[in-house]
């Protein structure tokens, strides 16, 4: 494998990632209601390292109960958390895998409030509501970004005093950073909104105060929305920032002290174009009540995704950005399959263009996310310098061992995962894993074992096989 661009290593300024596959930022809500984890969350990661990936970026890990997405997903608000993430660290190290921590916060996009948040509004960079959901939020006062800086600072810390292995800021996908960042959302008057500068000085100043916590020797990656679609639902909104500001973005971030770029799609997630595939309603109308308590808007689309005569609206909306796509760079002629190929073809590499747009214009590595899958596609978009490293999530969930397929010399898994994003669909209420009966030859319990054996082996039977104790803080 010495000649295959794949398994060569990754080489950032403070860190070396054993090949260009890394496990991208996804779960499911394994962890304590208290943000603290669990034995699950060590069994998941311990999955995708085992599986061959040079590096695993965990999903997000909030810097504080009030930024958190939902609840049951491990925090880093505390110092009584550093002694779990270390554990976590520990077992991916096992494999010669690295685990990058992503720092987040939620801003106004808090699909689950929690208990704890009840009663508050969320923060953001806008008194907006989230047009999709109805999420009410507040505009943060400068103080409160002033606060919020820090806490991004003390996790940065605390994921260093673990011992893992670098950051990631999740500043894409409609979280709090890409609320300050896009222009189709922040609408403040103040230093932190109106020219595209201003809009990126809360992500730069966060930078900044992470190089002064943890110094200039640890790794430090961003993750960014290239191109926002912030009206790809909403056609109402404003569109958000364009690929021309993200470039510009993405320099500022570099000189204030980045190591690398992660690129993705979208100013809100899910996303029409993140993660792509398939809508399916027989799912999502079974699941979606988790949140009908947390939105003014929700009831609206409960009722759309219940109703199959209603659907259609939602469809429209959902599907139409996908035809103004610029077309993908790569086809599958290497597939014999025709239907397969026009999977791939339709979901594959989707944000190739606008990674390699943004590589022109760094000089630090450039991460992709993207339906990746295929070993010559990948191989082709690092070779052609679209990217220099691959990030999958929906494709490790379906097939954990797909590195070790490719060591193998298979070009795609024996059964690839079909795009149709169940498994995304089932996380607000169900375990997070592959849903696709047509993967386990309709053996409905066979698939069932698969999802339920990140419970396995359990705290209790580890520590009585071991004769030691996993401090899960």
């Known amino acids: 494998m010495e000649t295959d661009i794949i398994f060569e290593p990754l080489k950032f300024r403070n860190l070396t990632v054993k090949n260009r596959i890394f496990r991208s ?61 270390q554990k976590v660290g520990e077992k991916v190290h096992e494999y010669d895998c690295k685990l990058i921590l992503q720092l987040s916060h939620s801003g106004r996009q808090q699909d689950i409030a929690g208990v704890e948040n009840q009663n508050l509004k969320a923060l953001s960079s806008t008194n907006k509501t989230e047009p999709l959901h109805g ?6 006062t400068l103080e409160e970004i002033k606060d919020t800086i820090q806490l991004f600072a003390d996790g940065a810390r605390r994921v260093r005093e673990a011992g893992l292995d670098g950051i990631e800021l999740h500043s894409a996908n409609g979280y709090l950073f890409t609320q300050f960042l896009s222009s189709g959302i922040n609408d403040r008057q103040d230093e932190y909104g109106g020219s595209l500068e201003n809009r990126a000085r809360f992500l730069l100043d966060v930078i900044r105060a992470i190089r002064k916590e943890v110094g200039n020797d640890f790794h430090l990656q961003f993750k960014i929305s290239a191109i926002d679609y912030n009206n790809a639902v909403t056609f109402w909104e404003k569109p958000g920032n364009t690929l021309a500001d993200s470039i510009q973005i993405c320099q500022w971030a570099q000189e204030a002290g980045v190591d690398a770029v992660h690129v993705s799609t979208g100013s809100l997630f899910p996303h029409p174009l993140n993660p792509i595939g398939d809508f399916r309603f027989e799912i999502i109308r079974k699941t979606y009540d988790t949140m009908l308590s947390s939105g003014i808007y929700t009831f609206r689309n409960y009722l759309l995704f219940r109703y199959w005569l209603l659907r259609p609206i939602f469809a429209f909306l959902w599907n139409r950005v996908k035809k103004d796509l610029p077309p993908q760079p790569f086809s599958g002629n290497e597939v014999k399959d025709e239907e397969m190929r026009k999977l791939l073809e339709a979901n594959q590499g989707i944000n190739l263009v606008v990674s390699r747009e943004i590589k022109k214009h760094v000089n630090i590595p450039v991460l992709c996310t993207g339906g990746f899958q295929q070993a010559s596609y990948i191989r082709k978009a690092i070779n052609e310098a679209y990217c220099d490293g691959v990030t999958i999530a929906r494709p490790l969930v379906a097939n ?43 053996d409905y319990e066979e698939m069932m074992r698969e999802v339920m054996s990140v419970f396995h082996p359990t705290h209790l039977e580890q520590q009585e096989s071991s004769k030691t104790s996993v401090p899960l803080g």
Not at 37 to 47: C, D, F, L, M, S
Not at 135 to 140: E, K, L, S, V, Y
Not at 401 to 409: M, P, S, Y
């Open 25 to 85: 930022s996804i779960s499911g809500r394994w962890d304590n209601y208290d943000g603290s984890g669990t034995q699950a969350r060590i069994n998941w990661e311990e999955k995708f390292a085992r599986g061959g990936v040079g590096a695993i970026i965990t999903s997000f890990v909030p810097v504080a109960i009030r930024g958190r997405i939902m609840p049951n997903y491990a925090t880093i608000d505390c110092d009584e958390r550093i002694p779990f993430w």
């Open 135 to 140: 999420f009410r939020c507040q505009a943060m």
């Open 400 to 442: 954990n061992n797909l590195v070790h397929d490719f060591a193998a010399g298979k070009d795609l898994p024996d059964k690839p995962c079909t795009y149709c994003n169940k498994c995304l669909l089932n996380v607000m209420e169900n375990p997070f894993g592959c849903y696709e009966l047509s993967r386990f030859d309709g």
